[in-house]
């Protein structure tokens, strides 16, 4: 982003003021409360979250000490015994809400399911019966790799049940990112589906399956569980593949929550950083379900009367978090969607609004620039009148949409929070507090109560108001992240050993860009490191890159992020071929297929371009400034005098 951008980026002057009938109802009613919350949870977090987790959750045993912060390794409520699924389920059977709507489910091609608490629960038991029948023990890993239908819910609380640690993999990956993510978790069971439905067509997600677990290529995966969702014809291998509803037949629905530690591993979800392979990310059991809960109650303000609604798929953290965790911890009711805005239906968000009568709703931006290049006129032709809150995550919100957004969707009349985030920080981080915090169009506001964050230099210093410079938190909170699964020393390095402030403290860095104005706001800019945002989804450069070259045409790749109006950031590569190749329409969509087959559809590049070399320092790194600017079709300014060969920078402006 240019200066001048920032500049009237920081300028803003539109505050907007929570409605007054808003405030009154809501959870955190003023600033001054938000304040006085804020200033508290800073002067003594332990109390804090203490008074919390013994206030919102159930314990079967209380916690003897609130933190134990070894840097960089926190244990929250050190012995105490908990589990979500209780949580998230038994509780609520012994008060109104056990006949209270938990899950309403939307398919894509329009039918339609219900699950009471009462009714989830009984299914959560009988899959975490049928888990256990098929040998998964607490602390086993079990893999999820499932379309967006209740049984992907019901998987990760049953999983949770009985102590077993999920580890879901998004039903967009392809057989190889699948096949990676198992074996580095040592899966002992995979919990899948026939296939999906993904904009109009049924895929296959079975068939993947079975790539990835070809020639016993996973080799402590012992069993399948097969979900039947779209009917396709499917391979079951024998002895290993079994279909859930042969399973669930007869099978107890009564399975007692286990007991589990506070620290105890719940999930592994794998995310991208700007080297090597995709990490995962561990979250523990006590300190994610207090976070998650918290964050859910204050900023999605939930009352019992709210249909609420996050447009993730479970597969990504804001749908462990904001789909199932968080609001089912609250005893809300949780809307699941299984389709996705696309052309033929462009509609379909609106709809799913009007006929469930949603109150709360959390989506993308790019979801919402979608939206808006299909036009006013279908969101217009929909009754959105029971909407009264609305939300952002993945990416920074141009104010351009923000302004759409609270106009056309909101009706001018609901807050909106923008929640910045990440799969490492588990729960919300930055956001407005819909009933207290007035907000500016593209900024997420201030810190959530017990979140201290900064802006500071290379350094690890404070930078002055307004100039910019890395985002990051300065004291542990329950939901952060414990460790890397397998690689405690790459959890430390990167993220608590990249920026040392001179007193020795130690602080999480993010990854991200971002400015503070002079009210204290933040504004987050997008990731410093080589990773790519394409439509709210995290790829690494290094991962593509990785992909392309796995291809025999191919010499070098470097892959960069170029802006796109609707997805944020589309990929480009720059690719070197070996001598015997010729560079060819056909060879950059069999290249771009290849990365589809490597990692999935979201890793698909936008563009392919061709080159005899890639701009190097003299100690052979690639130069991805350059090639941002070439790819962004703009003049390559800065310092080019490390650069090796400057014939190169050259050709490639010559389009060579
Ligand atoms: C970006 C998604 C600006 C950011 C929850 C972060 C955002 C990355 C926002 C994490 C926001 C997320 N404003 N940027 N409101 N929310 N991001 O792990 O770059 O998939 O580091 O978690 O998304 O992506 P992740």
């Known amino acids: 982003m240019s200066q ?34 804020y200033d508290k949870a800073k002067a003594d977090p332990e109390a804090f979250w203490a008074k919390l987790a013994d206030r919102e959750l159930d314990w079967f045993q209380k916690w003897d000490t609130v933190l134990d912060w070894q840097p960089p390794f926190a244990k929250w409520f050190v012995n105490g015994k908990i589990n979500i699924s209780y949580n998230c389920l038994d509780r609520h059977l012994t008060t109104w809400r056990k006949n209270k709507a938990a899950l309403i489910w939307e398919g894509e091609p329009g039918d339609s399911r219900t699950l009471t608490y009462a009714q989830l629960h009984r299914e959560v038991c009988q899959m975490a019966n049928v888990i256990k029948q098929l040998g998964v023990q607490k602390g086993d890993r ?19 049940r009985i102590g077993a640690v999920h580890s879901v993999v998004f039903g967009g990956f392809s057989a190889e990112a699948l096949h990676d993510r198992l074996n580095d978790g040592k899966a002992k069971l995979l919990i899948t589906a026939d296939g999906g439905f ?33 009917k396709q014809k499917i391979h079951m291998e024998p002895g290993r593949d079994h279909w859930w509803h042969d399973l669930q037949k ?10 589990m530690d506070s620290e ?17 990310v561990v979250h523990t059991t006590g300190g994610y379900n207090l976070y998650t809960h918290m964050t859910t109650k204050w900023i999605f303000d939930l009352q019992d009367t709210d249909v609420y609604w996050c447009t993730a798929d479970v597969g990504w953290i804001t749908g462990h978090s904001y789909i199932v965790y968080g609001p089912l911890s609250n005893g809300a009711t949780t809307l699941m969607y299984e389709g996705a805005p696309r052309n033929s239906n462009p509609g379909c968000f609106w709809d799913v609004i009007e006929k469930y009568g949603v109150t709360v709703f959390y989506t993308a931006p790019t979801a919402i620039r979608t939206f808006m290049k299909m036009g006013e006129h279908f969101p217009k ?22 302004m759409w957004y609270y106009r056309i969707i909101g009706n001018s009349n609901c807050p909106i929070v923008d929640t910045w985030w990440q799969t490492e920080t588990g729960g919300i981080m930055i956001t407005a507090l819909p009933g207290a915090i ?70 999480y860095f993010a990854g991200d860009g971002a400015h503070k104005d002079k009210d204290g706001y933040f504004w987050v800019m997008g990731r410093v490191d080589d990773v790519i945002n394409v439509a709210g989804h995290r790829l690494g450069t290094m991962e593509v890159e990785s992909a392309l070259v796995s291809h025999p045409a191919v010499a070098e790749a470097a892959v960069v992020g170029k802006p796109d109006e609707i997805k944020g950031e589309e990929i480009v590569a720059f690719v070197t071929l070996e001598n015997t190749q010729q560079p060819s329409d056909e060879l950059a969509k069999e290249l771009k297929q290849h990365v589809v087959k490597e990692i999935g559809a979201i890793a698909r590049p936008g563009e392919i ?48």
């Open 4 to 37: 001048d951008t920032i500049e009237s980026i920081l300028q803003e002057k539109r505050l907007f003021q929570p409605p007054a009938e808003f405030s009154q109802k809501a959870h955190i009613k003023s600033l001054e409360e938000y304040q006085a919350l």
């Open 142 to 160: 079990v893999g999820i790799y499932m379309p967006m239908i209740p049984e992907a819910a019901i998987a990760m609380l049953a999983c949770a």
């Open 198 to 230: 993904r904009k109009d067509t049924a895929v296959g997600l079975k068939t993947q399956v079975d790539k990835a677990l070809a020639n016993n290529a996973v080799p402590t995966v012992a069993n399948v569980l097969v979900v039947e969702r779209t």
């Open 250 to 259: 007869g099978v107890s629905a009564n399975c007692p929550a286990e007991p």
């Open 264 to 280: 105890d591993m719940l999930f592994i979800l794998y995310t991208s950083g700007s080297t090597g392979k995709p990490k995962g």
């Open 381 to 402: 032709a929909r009754d959105l009148s029971s909407l009264r809150l609305l939300g952002t995550v993945g990416e920074p919100i141009n104010p351009e949409a923000w």
């Open 438 to 507: 007035p907000t500016k169009p593209g900024s997420a506001t201030l810190p959530f109560p017990g979140i201290v964050v900064d802006v500071v230099d290379q350094d690890g210093e404070p930078v002055t108001n307004e100039s910019g410079g890395y985002l990051v938190v300065k004291h542990p909170w329950p939901g952060m992240m414990r460790t890397l699964y397998n690689d405690p020393e790459r959890f430390r390095r990167t993220y608590w050993e990249y920026l040392r402030p001179k007193n020795g403290e130690f602080v």
């Open 609 to 656: 371009r061709f080159t005899e070399a890639l701009p190097k320092t003299r100690s052979g790194k690639i130069m991805r400034r350059l090639l941002r600017s070439l790819a962004a079709g703009q003049e390559v300014t800065g310092d080019t005098s490390t650069l090796e060969d400057r014939a190169v920078l050259d050709k490639l402006r010559g389009g060579a």
